[in-house]
Nanobody, 122 residues
Framework: QVQLVESGGGLVRAGGSLRLSCVAS??????????MGWYRQGPGKERELVATITRGAVSNYADSVNGRFTISRDNAKNTLYLQMNSLRPEDTAVYYCNVEGRRPLETPKSWWGQGTQVSVSS
């Protein structure tokens, strides 16, 4: 079974930076094409996509973080990163690591980490 462990959250002032990490275990080649990503859920809000990255390093960002956040992954270590710069109070949320396995003609399977809190003070 896939397990995801996030780290790197914390409290930072507006304009500051944080780097989140997510170590994935249990990923198997039989799971198909693996996309890893970060999602977040702010107070009173629904969970939303922050950024995703494929095994081939094709990345996708939410408009709200594009240009400030950078997603990357180390395939050899099955580790996902999110470098967050120029943080804003509205970035305050619980950040979740996600792994999605996609096999042809099958419904994608998704796994989630437990989340790490990021708080940005003004």
């Amino acid at each position: 079974q896939v397990q995801l462990v996030e780290s790197g959250g914390g409290l930072v002032r507006a304009g500051g930076s944080l780097r989140l990490s997510c170590v994935a275990s249990g990923i198997m080649p039989s799971m198909g094409a693996i996309t890893m990503g970060w999602y977040r859920q702010g107070p009173g809000k629904e969970r939303e996509l922050v950024a995703t990255i494929t095994r081939g390093a094709v990345s996708n960002y939410a408009d709200s973080v594009n240009g400030r956040f950078t997603i990357s992954r180390d395939n050899a270590k099955n580790t996902l990163y999110l470098q967050m710069n120029s943080l804003r109070p509205e970035d305050t949320a619980v950040y979740y690591c996600n792994v999605e396995g996609r096999r042809p003609l099958e419904t994608p399977k998704s796994w989630w980490g437990q989340g790490t809190q990021v708080s940005v003070s003004s």
